[in-house]
């Protein structure tokens, strides 16, 4: 079973840049998508970015311009970059991977934008 680790979490002034490791072990699927999702307090969980096995991006427009998901192939590795960030990006952060019929999350990692 493949597991995710999450990591970079910290705390940010606004206008700051953070960067998130997403570090998975065990074997993926040649074909898969992995994914960054974000839930503040009172929210639902929301999609902020996607990358594919072929290496296409997707951002939510709230996030567009200002975070890049990037993939490490070798090291098994997702990345989320962020700059530019707004105490509205407060949130904890997840990872999630899917393929065939896994679908499998990591354990989060808080993120706060606060001067």
């Known amino acids: 079973q493949v597991q995710l680790v999450e990591s970079g979490g910290a705390l940010v002034q606004p206008g700051g840049s953070l960067r998130l490791s997403c570090a998975a072990s065990?074997?993926?699927?040649?074909?898969?998508?992995m994914n960054w999702y974000r839930q503040a307090p009172g929210k639902q969980r929301e999609l902020v970015a996607t990358i594919g096995s072929s290496g296409g991006t997707n951002y939510a427009e709230s996030v567009k311009g200002r975070f890049t998901i990037t993939s490490d192939n070798a090291k098994n590795t997702v990345y989320l970059q962020m700059i530019n960030m707004k105490p509205e990006d407060t949130a904890v952060y997840y990872c999630?991977?899917?393929?065939?019929?896994?679908?499998?999350w990591g354990q989060g990692t808080q993120v706060t934008v606060s001067s």
């Open positions: 065990g074997t993926i699927a040649s074909i898969y998508t």
């Open positions: 999630n991977l899917r393929y065939d019929t896994y679908n499998i």
